[in-house]
């Protein structure tokens, strides 16, 4: 525990330091956010007369985004009912909703070896045990777009997890993210009664507007939206507004088709500069996302090496926080250096230091106890 | 639960439909907005440089709102840090997270005899028994402005639950709509280690902004953000930043001594249409709030009832929703009427529907069975 807490505190020091090059936190671009169209949805949804952007909603959501959200989900190939979206906030409450509407207390949840830390540490307050044992009760995946690799599910995995007979929490928030173009359909389509499929718009119009989306089997849906009631009675009115408004006069897909592009370009750049600075290290290229889940060629302690990165400008996610168990002793360094967030003209100077701080961890290693 | 699944349907088409006078729902004034004062918020902070609206955040909240919080809770004699306010999605996120901190599954939850009824299915929902008993494991009190009478604890009711020694949820989301002037201090004041506070902007600015905030015991608070960074992350940027821009550049307390004279007048308005159209019923008239707690002088079934008078173009609350024990045979019906979002000039003639329907429903009482 003392350990990730030290991490967390460094990696909010480095948020907060310009100076930093933050491969830290798999934020978005900022610079891509669509500003000018956001704006003009907020003036549409405030304008209206009914003021439904800062009254209450129904805990399900407003009835016309659902639609656009179902349009969407049947755009990767499942027919699915606008009544059977739930507006969430993010899909991190779509996951956790579904991890408690299919636990029971104690139970295994089966993971990759390496996720997503916040579904890690949701599941393990629920009182759920991660494990990445084939014979879990219940199954977590990203089948297209993972976290931290950004690898898809090839089709003998997606055929074993199907196989399996498991009820399947489906985060596919990466989705739209998928570099080669619209994604693959998802599990969702080959079993609509036992995936639980996890959306959002924080990778693509903005995190801050806190909207994702859940679908699970109609024989949940009712127990879906009383916990949705329970937690916060609702999805924020404003921000629903706005990405409804957004959907109905923007070229959303035109749009992705950019973005997609965009992070593409970023990640190329990305790994130009790790295979010519560190050029031991080793990676997978992302199919998509906004991270690269890179392997050292050695093992160092992984706080001492973020703070001192840190203290060179340099951020980075330490690959502790995605493993569902403490790696073993002789596992080389891991970690996760996001593109997403960092200026292409500042992504060599980052893995530079990066790199002049490893070496000289590695070298200094023997001299002192940890 | 037939029962309650026929109200929830009846004041669902209640509220779609502009014929119907909706004295259900606790809604704020849609017209009290200050819709323009957001808007120029708004514009602000979507265009600061950072994007800091749409972008991630962390759990606890944006740094300036919370010091923003932590002055007006002193205005009201509890001197609080902004490091201890913890930003959620309005008031209904903060109950549940104090409730999910403090309990023991199969506990009981000391609730007043009629209160507010997402506190009481969320409760329920997590595991934890609510009961009027004075011995409960933890209380739960709006001591300022309760839901649904709008009445507030006198010195007596405090000294008790004080005396207590147990941990108290104190639900204060109604505090800054008390007709009289600014609310007494909170519980909070006289017991900082055993008071969960809730707080929110809600009832003022507006709930689909969802911005509410909980303050616990020190010792608490790390857990507590770690539930709400497993919940959902963080609460809505954009919306903080809005609430945040609002209050550094309007006069929010000037703008609630404005606020609270319109619903106290519409409160009035309501107690005279109550009395001369119903001289029967009885209330208390309420300190501050949205809703008149009435009780008639007979009994009917509610659900019938209510499906009458939607049916006559008028809706209410069904008290039985606001009961944490269903009330005896022989208990008259009771009610809340919410003022809040009914215009003047319909007031009137919503209660007189609404009496039309109780007459005639006690009529046919006799004839027919339920």
């Not at 790696?327 to 996001?338: E, F, G, K, S």
């Amino acid at each position: 525990m003392t350990g990730q807490h030290g991490v967390e505190e460094l990696l909010r020091s480095a948020a907060s330091d310009e100076r930093v090059v933050g491969f830290a936190g798999g934020l978005p671009a900022a610079e891509r956010f669509p500003r000018r169209a956001l704006t003009s949805a907020f003036l549409r949804a405030i304008g209206r007369r009914d003021a439904a952007a800062l009254q209450y909603a129904w805990p399900e959501g407003l009835a016309p985004l659902r639609a656009r959200i179902a349009e969407r989900v049947a755009q990767r190939g499942v027919v699915v009912a606008a009544d059977d979206i739930i507006v969430t906030n993010g899909a991190q409450q779509a996951i956790t909703l579904a991890a408690r509407l299919l636990m029971r207390r104690g139970a295994t949840i089966g993971v990759d070896a390496v996720t997503y830390p916040s579904a890690l540490t949701a599941f393990r307050t629920l009182g759920l045990v991660p494990t990445t044992a084939t014979r879990a009760s219940i199954l977590y995946r990203m089948p297209v777009v993972t976290n931290p690799q950004g690898a898809g599910m090839d089709a003998a995995a997606r055929r074993a997890v199907l196989a399996s007979g498991r009820f399947i929490i489906e985060d596919d928030a990466y989705a739209d993210l998928h570099f080669a173009g619209p994604a693959p359909p998802p599990l969702l389509k080959a079993a609509r009664n036992r995936v639980a499929y996890v959306g959002t718009f924080s990778k693509t119009l903005g995190p801050g507007l806190r909207v994702g989306f859940l679908i699970v089997p109609r024989s949940l849906q009712a127990r879906a939206l009383r916990h949705k009631a329970d937690d916060d009675l609702q999805a924020n009115s404003l921000s629903q507004l706005i990405v409804q408004e957004y959907l109905a006069h923007n070229d959303f897909d035109a749009f992705l088709v950019r973005l997609r592009r965009h992070y593409a370009q970023r990640a190329r750049r990305l790994m130009a500069a790790v295979r010519h600075h560190l050029p031991s290290w080793t990676f997978e290229p992302p199919a998509g996302g906004f991270g690269l889940w890179v392997r050292a060629d050695d093992r160092v302690d992984e706080v001492a090496l973020l703070r001192h990165s840190v203290r060179a400008g340099v951020s980075f996610d330490p690959g502790s926080s995605f493993t569902c168990v403490a790696p073993a002793a002789d596992q080389p360094t891991t970690m996760r250096l996001c593109f997403s967030s960092v200026a292409e003209d500042a992504m060599d100077e980052g893995v530079q230091r990066l790199a002049r701080v490893w070496r000289s961890t590695v070298r200094d290693r023997g001299r002192a106890p940890r």
